[in-house]
């Protein structure tokens, strides 16, 4: 059998698992799946699927081996989640930059279409830094605050902007998303992202606990409807552009999610509001509101979320512990 391959970097995480069932259900292709686990668990039915290789490694590490062709590949292996980051401080931007200019060499190689997994992060934006005069100060040279998730989305950005240079010179074809809060089951819930926490926090009867004053908004986004357009990115002819993928109709205060969730789950847990510069230290940044505008998605993939936010609600609710997963 002649089946084309493609090649997922940290295709055993969160959102990697959904796009390899996807792929698996929608098209004949085999994939390749290279992943270190270092912040998820393996899932035996996908590792072991017939059309599935899958490899434990870092990807920093792997070696292509010879006479491997990928036609398509999609970059998900990253440090990820707002607490999942402060661990690797200092050396996020060699391990994005590095793996980044990896995969594009080996897109190159192959003329493989690359789907490379930015964030939404890279808009970045502290509303207590405007209006200031510059300084020499080396915390205003590059405004936010500088933070551990500064340097995970500036190296993000980074990568965008190398793929979009590497592509003058080079034939590359690529695409870069932007994913705004993606939730869904199994979620790894020690990355600091904000829907499993509040539903462990729920479920447990322990207080909800808010981050600064609960006023930021988010707009989540089903993991499956960020690989259904991730998916139709791939598939099209599309090149050498940027899409953010989120979901506007589901923006929401970070009080309001909390308050609901606590509905939802007939929880008794109280509501309470703490600093996590306190928990986490002064290097964790709770980012401001975070909104996207998604026409030019919708324009050209004709992309249309299906997940209302009360409906990933009430599916967290029912589904419980499957939302929420440990390393
Ligand atoms: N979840 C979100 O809301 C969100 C939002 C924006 C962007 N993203 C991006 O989406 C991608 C996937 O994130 P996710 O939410 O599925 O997180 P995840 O932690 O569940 O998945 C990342 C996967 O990459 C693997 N990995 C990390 N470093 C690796 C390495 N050096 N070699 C091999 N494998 C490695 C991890 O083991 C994990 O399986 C990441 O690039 C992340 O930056 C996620």
Redesign the pocket.
Known sequence: MNREKVLV????????KFLERKILNETDYNITI???????VLDEKIANDKRVQFIE??????ALPDNEKYFQIY???????PV?VLKYKGKIGK?IIE?TYKVAEIAIKMGAKLID?????VYGKNPDDENEGQREDINKVVPPNITVRLE?GVS?LLSEIMLKNLSIDFPLKYNCI??????GPS??DE?G?VMPRFLRQALSGEPITIYGDGKQKRTFTH?EDLVDGIFMVMESDITGEIFNIGNPRNVISIRELAEKIKEATNSYSEINLVNPKKLFGDEFAEAWNKIPNVDKLVKAVGWKPNWSIDDIISEAAILKQRYLIK?
């Open positions: 970097t940290g295709g055993m995480g969160f959102i990697g290279v992943d270190n686990l270092s912040s998820s490694e870092d990807f920093s590490e792997w970059h998900l292996a990253s440090p990820v989640g999942g391990i793996q997994i930015s964030t939404s992060e995970y993000k932007r994913p705004f809060n993606i939730i979620q790894n990355l992202f993991v390393t």
